[in-house]
């Protein structure tokens, strides 16, 4: 591998590792060593902004828990000893049991350069097509929504769009915290151009806040309000006739399909749960604006009906004629920072390479191209079918990069015990220990962000450079390189000659224009010529970019990629009807917070980030909390057929009585039983493979707490067997966690076998009589805190964090720190609500008394919400209840 040299005092240009907004950062060194990260200005993306994750990138650098070298078993070993214990493992299972034994599982948080290596080897030379990503779990129902209507997987539009578009309709996203940066963009433009919002989610979210109408539909309603949006289009005259009949088929069909399907406005107004005025307001704003951006994310693609539900959008847009002009089309929000690269390269099981299918020209041009002796036959198996095949023995050795499948995947006790029954398991992570790397026999340290080179391609087919500015951490290796080693070993040295990142692009973007004439929409043939320096210079490009500057919108004229040129509509499939099972009576959706970033390996290094939600919770609506005897802040027991989760009850008149709503962050790592992948099931869509994980059934009842509390520890604890619920967050020098017993606790006997755990002198408070229990242990610092109540428990762990962060004990503060407080009585601010900036909730409530009452009071006093914006759908709930409180 070439070292490249690093640069050394001046801010680098790169990209934000999380969502697929793909905003720009700069990485920007200070004088103590220390990096810091800003929004840059000068991408397209994000033009500055960033959000509270973007924000707090330069937290997630520390070495710590990092995995730092190879190890086979619990042994560090040379890279030659692990490489070629790889290399091996998959040649010796070929050998024996043939290509189809073997699998790699990747990930949209790979980059380009990764992928494409990956998806070279196990499609070109080892003849297998068992390459499937975690974007099966993500966007697969929108790719073949995609080839169904356009003939290929192309997002027509751009983020200007949304600048101009004067309706923005969001289906199943929650983007002011999942695209916050996008979402932003929405606002001002609904703020400066009178832009209207439509929400349309089972839930009120943040996204609902500013938005001009919610359509709390019921789960799963979409395509028939899509297709009832069709009908409605048609009956008021709204279509574009020459469009349809220039560059359109298969119109009358889906039109009468939708008829029949959308019978009459009463059937409508079951099948989407919505009131029939919310339903014509919808139709009414969509019918007469013309500039009108679809977006939708996981509440369309998470369903066992998801690309018919992408379909039934695409239909109204194409009806519309509205599509690839300025303002207008459908739009998917890609999820992860590298979904649509994945896509690129063919990192689908049902792809082969720069999105070209497995027909015989394909395979043929895409063997010449690579040299390729063993170009896989057909498809391979997608995710679910992939861990099944893993479950009953077939596929015997299994490589997973850059995801987390014991945890994010449906049925993942079933995966995790899948993943035990391999013969060989290699995980290539940046982390020590995962809920799937727990189980690897080889473990191989891969760079992290900022140590790794290479592209990524944002939601609007932006390609931008993602640059090192630090050198890799202990003996990380960049995943292509990784790959290129071990893809050497086995025998295959001329095409994994690879040097460098650039060398990859080169040869991916060549692929992508070989004997392309315009047939297939991906190319970025203009880019295969690029130098060393040019690719480390490239600024930010949309493709297509066949030999000069990119194009920003497809589709305005037509020229569709089905052979004829022409788009199809799709008639949606009668939807399956959802049987009740009285066993488990709630419908669990899932979904994500504000400030952490899927299994939390990276966001959860931050303290900052933390306070937002610190522990796995369900979402439920009063009226069930109370049937089913839960009490607001006590804990769930949640089942369904497949496992349990044991959560923290929130009530929440947002989510609709008989669903309930819980995260997916939480993992063995980090909590008592967090894992919401135990509990989905594992229906999945008919066109695309992708698990329909916002619809499981499950029944729920209390857990009895008997006492609860808090631990603070400069350690990471080993918790098992110590509470029945705990959940871990990251505070300043330590960890911090949050416990719950559903016995009583024998203090006598747990806290002297918890303080083992840290070194120094134990010292303890207690007072049977009222239940209190505490007890710390201090050396030069505080090592270890445990705070524990008999019933409910009302001591604040923000109030002693800071003697955590603290380099020494002052011995006022050993006096005090039972007590429940600091010596000098540092203000406590409470749990952080702003986390750009890092204000607490007792900070806003008090300048809230102080008669700071609006939004940009608040922001005056304080500069919360000022930032990234997206914590404001929370100040403005504040504001609503402290003012109930008040008057
Ligand atoms: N903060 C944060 N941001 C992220 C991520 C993260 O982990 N954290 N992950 C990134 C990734 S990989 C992805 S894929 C995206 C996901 O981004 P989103 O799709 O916006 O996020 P989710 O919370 O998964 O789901 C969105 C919404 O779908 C709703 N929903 C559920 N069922 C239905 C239904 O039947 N119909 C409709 N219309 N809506 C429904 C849910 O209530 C939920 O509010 O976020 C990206 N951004
Ligand atoms: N119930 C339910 N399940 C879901 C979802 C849902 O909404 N509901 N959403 C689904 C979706 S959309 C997604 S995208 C998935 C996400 O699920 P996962 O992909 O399983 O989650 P991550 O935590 O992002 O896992 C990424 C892992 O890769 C590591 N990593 C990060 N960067 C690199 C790198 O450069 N190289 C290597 N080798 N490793 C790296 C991280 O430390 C982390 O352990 O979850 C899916 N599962
Ligand atoms: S919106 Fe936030 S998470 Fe997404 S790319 Fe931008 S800074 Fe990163
Ligand atoms: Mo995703």
């Known amino acids: 591998m070439q070292a490249l040299p690093l640069p050394s005092s001046r801010p680098v240009k790169t990209t934000c590792p999380y969502c697929g907004v793909g905003c ?49 078993g619990n042994r560090p070993v040379s890279w030659d000893a692990a490489l070629d214990a790889v290399a091996r493992g998959f040649s010796d299972t070929v ?91 929405m606002v001002a433009n609904r703020r400066d151009r009178g832009a209207r919002i439509v929400n349309i989610d089972p839930r009120v979210t943040a996204t609902t806040d500013q938005s001009d109408l919610q359509l709390s539909i019921a789960p799963d309603g979409d395509t028939a309000l899509f297709e009832g949006l069709l009908v409605y289009l048609a009956d008021t005259g709204k279509l574009d006739a020459e469009f349809i009949a220039r560059h359109t088929e298969g119109f009358d069909a889906a039109l009468n399909a939708a008829r029949r399907g959308r019978g009459s406005l009463t059937s409508l107004v079951r099948r989407t749960g919505l009131p029939a005025e919310q339903i014509e307001a919808f139709y009414r704003l969509f019918a007469d604006s013309e500039r009108v951006v679809t977006c939708f994310s996981q509440g369309v693609n998470q ?127 940046n982390m020590a220990v995962t809920d799937t790397s727990r189980l690897a026999h080889i473990r191989l340290p891969a760079s992290a962000w900022g140590e790794k080179d290479g592209t990524v391609t944002n939601s609007e087919r932006r390609i931008s450079r993602q640059r090192r500015f630090l050198p890799p951490m202990g003996d990380a290796r960049p995943d292509w390189w990784i790959i290129s080693q071990v893809g050497r070993r086995m025998g295959f040295e001329d095409a994994f000659g690879f040097q460098n990142a650039a060398d990859i692009f080169r040869e991916h973007a060549a692929l992508s224009g070989f004997e392309n004439a315009g047939g297939r929409d991906f190319d970025i043939g203009g880019l295969a010529v690029l130098s060393n320096a040019e690719y480390e210079g490239l600024a930010p490009v949309q493709w297509p970019l066949r030999r000069q500057a990119g194009t ?29 099972d009285a066993g488990y009576p709630l419908m669990l959706n899932t979904g994500r917070v504000r400030d952490q970033w899927h299994t939390m390996t990276r966001t959860g290094k931050s303290a900052r980030l933390a306070p937002n939600a610190l522990e796995p919770f369900l979402d439920i609506h009063p009226l069930d909390m109370d049937a089913h005897g839960l009490t607001e802040g006590g804990v769930a027991k949640v089942r369904s057929p497949d496992g349990g989760a ?49 619809m499981t059934r499950v029944r729920v009842e209390p857990l009895r707490i008997r006492a609860e509390g808090f631990i603070l520890s400069r350690m990471d604890l080993d918790l098992a067997g110590f509470a029945a619920y705990w959940a871990r967050f990251k505070v300043d020098g330590g960890w911090g966690y949050v416990v719950a017993h559903d016995r009583p606790i024998a203090w006598a006997s747990w806290f002297p076998s918890l303080a083992r755990q840290a070194e120094g002198d134990a010292v303890e408070y207690t007072d049977p009589a009222a239940g209190i229990h505490r007890g710390a242990v201090v050396g030069e610092r505080l090592e270890l805190a445990a705070f524990i109540t008999e019933g409910r428990h009302d001591a604040s762990w923000s109030a002693i964090a800071p003697l955590l962060a603290a380099d020494a004990l002052s011995t006022a503060d050993r006096l005090t720190l039972l007590s429940g407080r600091t010596a000098d009585a540092r203000p406590d601010n409470g749990p952080v609500v702003c986390a750009c900036l890092g204000v607490g909730r007792l900070q806003i409530e008090a300048a809230v008394r102080d008669g700071h009452t609006s939004i940009e009071a608040l922001g005056v006093e304080l500069k919360a919400g000022t930032n990234c914006g997206s914590c404001v759908p929370e100040l403005r709930a504040m504001l609503r209840s402290l003012d109930v409180a008040a008057t």
Not at 673 to 694: E, F, M, N
């Open 552 to 580: 920003e919108r497809l589709f305005a004229d037509g020229g569709f990629f089905h052979p004829d040129g022409k788009a199809r509509f799709v008639a949606p499939a009668a939807p399956v009807a959802d049987g009740i």
């Open 646 to 694: 044991t959560l923290r009850v929130r009530t929440n008149e947002g989510v609709a009585p008989g669903n309930v709503f819980a995260p997916i962050h939480w993992t063995g790592v980090n909590a008592s039983a967090g894992r919401i992948g135990s509990l989905v099931h594992g229906v999945t869509d008919p066109w695309s493979g992708q698990p329909a994980s916002k």
């Open 303 to 429: 369903s066992g009906a998801g690309t018919d539900k992408v379909n039934a959008i695409i239909n109204c847009h194409l009806a519309t004629g509205r599509i690839g002009r300025p303002g207008m089309g459908p739009f998917s929000l890609t999820g992860q920072p590298n979904a649509m690269g994945g896509r690129e390269v063919g990192g689908l099981a049902n792809q082969l390479a720069a999105h070209m299918r497995f027909d015989a020209k394909s395979r043929d041009m895409v063997g010449r191209f690579w040299n390729a002796p063993n170009v896989a036959a057909g498809e391979g198996l997608k995710a679910v079918e992939m861990f099944d095949a893993i479950d009953k023995g077939r596929i015997k050795a299994l490589w997973v990069m850059a995801t987390n499948p014991a945890v994010s995947l449906p049925r993942a006790d079933r995966v995790r015990d899948a993943l035990s029954r391999l013969d060989l398991l290699v995980v290539s992570e």
């Open 24 to 72: 720009g950062v700069l990485a920007i060194p200070g004088d103590d060593g220390q990096w810091r990260v800003a929004g840059d200005p000068d991408h397209p993306a994000n033009l500055g902004k960033l959000c509270s994750k973007g924000s707090a990138l330069a937290e997630t650098l520390s070495p710590d828990d990092r995995l730092l070298h190879p190890l086979i």
């Open 95 to 185: 050998k024996r049991y043939g290509p189809d034994s073997v699998a790699f599982y990747l990930s949209g948080q790979l980059l380009t350069e990764d992928y494409y290596v990956a998806n070279k080897l196990m499609k070109g030379f080892i003849g297998s097509a068992h390459v499937d990503t975690n974007s099966r779990l993500c966007m697969a129902s929108t790719v073949a929504g995609h080839k169904r209507a356009f003939g290929s997987d192309t997002v027509p539009g751009c983020y200007e769009d949304l600048d101009q578009a004067d309706l923005i309709v969001l289906v199943g996203s929650n983007a002011a915290w999942c695209h916050p940066v996008l979402y932003q963009r």
